[in-house]
């Protein structure tokens, strides 16, 4: 089962080859993770939230450069605008197969800051961000309807959560009735049922003969 969510504002994302992907691309590469043996090891992050910030000025002074908007790199890239954006916050890894798509949509990059982004990132925030008005709408969105939510999610899929890691994002917009341009946010996520806790499937005990 797959939950989407549409909210009115904006937020942050997650997935590559995702919405803004053509059906056969998306095929392909559900077929390829259904067969691969899971995703390669990677290099961690160097530790420090300066050396961070740091990357993510350069980061983001190559894409102001490169004169193209988020959303116009996530189509080169074949990515969705969230999970594009979130590459350049360092808040995703960003993966080899997308990396020279990357470097010629926004050739201002450095080989070296690709080779950061290539890194699994320390991904974190700022506790001051609820602060920022659209981050905090969608605070007040989710806490105002998160019961109603969470009650939706289990009448049509059962016991279980979406996922925010196995999950698509975009923003988009649209006219209202009167014309308006409207926000729409699709959070496009893998349910994640619990699972019982029999004890013949836990893998983990401990040899009883011992």
Do not use: W
């Not at 994302?13 to 992907?21: K, Q």
């Not at 960003?94 to 949509?105: D, R």
């Not at 969608?138 to 969470?150: R, T, V």
């Not at 059962?158 to 999950?167: L, R, W």
């Amino acid at each position: 089962h797959t939950c989407s969510h549409r909210l009115d504002n904006k937020m942050m994302g997650f997935s590559c080859a995702g919405a803004s992907a053509p059906p056969q691309r998306r095929q392909a590469s559900v077929r390829a993770s259904l067969q691969g043996a899971g995703p390669k090891p990677s290099l961690p992050a160097r530790p420090g939230v300066e050396r961070k910030q740091q990357l993510v000025d350069r980061l983001l002074d190559a894409k102001e450069k490169s004169g193209k908007s988020f959303t116009q790199i996530a189509s080169e890239i074949g990515c969705t605008n969230i999970y594009t954006a979130a590459l350049f916050y360092n808040q995703q890894q960003l993966k080899e197969g997308t990396a020279q798509a990357l470097q010629q949509a926004v050739p201002q990059l450095s080989e070296s800051d690709l080779k950061e982004m290539m890194r699994a990132p320390s991904r974190r925030f700022d506790p001051d961000l609820l602060q920022e008005p659209t981050v905090y709408r969608f605070y007040e969105a989710i806490m105002h309807n998160g019961e109603a939510i969470k009650a939706i999610i289990n009448e049509v899929a059962g016991d279980g959560i979406m996922s925010a890691i196995d999950m698509y994002a975009t923003v988009d917009t649209t006219p209202g009735k009167l014309g308006e341009k409207r926000i729409v946010v699709t959070l496009n996520g893998k349910f994640l049922p619990y699972v019982e806790g029999k004890a013949a499937d836990n893998v983990a005990q401990p040899d009883s003969k011992q």
